[in-house]
């Protein structure tokens, strides 16, 4: 168990070490002119995605660089377009929720993400633009008061013990990087697998109520969190639990120089 631990944290150090992902990276964007080639396909957030997201933060589409096998998804990043007569300084805030496999810019926006980066009267113009030049950084995902971590149900579940949960509303600055789950009472963890973008399953799920703990990147470690009591006994596939915890942790890179500056 203590070596699992480290060999997690060893790893976790060395994977966020060559992100960098906070400082400031330039490159291009532009717009996906149809909002259902945003349907989030390969975080595995489906169709209501722009439901689930919308409402808190505009979805955004990441190259390969950014998604990162599906670690990247749930990741918010505040996106500025790099010409002042036409954007705002402090840009727009997105939530990435799908791959852009194409890799010509590092983030892809959808149509609402696209405009909030315009001044007032300008997004005309910035949509007839199509593609800017545009600077971006990681920034935390901020969903208190609004949603807790929560878990899906995803159809693809079988009870008895086949178990497929999509994590959603993931706050902070983070990667969650394990999820075990053992029934209410228990400390038979079970743990479970990616099986891609934010969809994690194990086919030996306990019977009875569930809880979860998750390793998630913060500070320069990882750390546990813990969602007591989240699935009910007779949990139903397609239901959202609320995990009762917020995620708020930010995880620190050793990459400098790193900008520290607030875009307003
Ligand atoms: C990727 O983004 C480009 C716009 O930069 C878009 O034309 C293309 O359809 C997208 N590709 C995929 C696979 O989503
Ligand atoms: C995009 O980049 C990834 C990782 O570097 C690579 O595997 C993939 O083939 C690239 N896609 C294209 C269309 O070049
Ligand atoms: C989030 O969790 C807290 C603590 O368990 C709970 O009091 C609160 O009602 C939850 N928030 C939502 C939006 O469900």
Avoid at 16 to 28: E, F, P
Avoid at 130 to 152: A, I, M, Q
Avoid at 187 to 213: E, V
């Amino acid at each position: 168990m203590a070596s699992y631990v480290f060999l997690l944290l060893s790893y976790l150090l060395v994977s966020s070490a060559s992100a960098c992902d906070r400082c400031v990276h330039k490159s291009k964007t532009s717009y996906f002119s149809s909002p259902s080639s945003l349907a989030g396909g390969a975080c595995g957030y489906g169709t209501t995605v722009t439901e689930l997201y919308g409402g808190r933060y505009p979805v955004a589409a990441a190259a390969s660089s950014l998604y990162r096998g599906g670690v990247g998804c749930g990741g918010c990043f505040q996106i500025r377009c790099k010409n002042r007569k036409f954007c705002t300084g402090a840009g727009v805030k997105v939530v990435v929720t799908d791959l852009n496999k194409s890799n010509q810019t590092d983030l892809v926006l959808s149509l609402p993400a696209f405009l909030g980066m315009a001044k007032d009267g300008m997004g005309r113009t910035l949509k007839r633009l199509g593609d800017v030049d545009v600077e971006y950084k990681r920034v935390p995902c901020e969903y208190s008061s609004h949603h807790n971590l929560s878990f899906r149900v995803e159809e693809s579940s079988r009870r008895p013990a086949h178990l497929v949960v999509k994590l959603l509303y993931q706050g902070g600055q983070t990667e969650i990087v394990a999820v075990d789950v053992a029934r209410v009472g228990s400390s038979d963890w079970q743990y479970m697998t990616r099986d891609f973008g934010a969809i994690w399953s194990t086919g030996r799920a306990p019977t009875g109520a569930l809880q979860f703990r998750l390793v998630v990147t913060g500070g320069y470690d990882g750390k546990w969190v813990w969602a007591e009591e989240v699935l009910p006994a007779d949990w139903r596939t397609g239901a959202v639990y609320d995990a009762g915890v917020q995620i708020n942790d930010i995880a620190q890179e050793s990459c400098f120089p790193c900008d520290s500056e607030v875009w307003k």
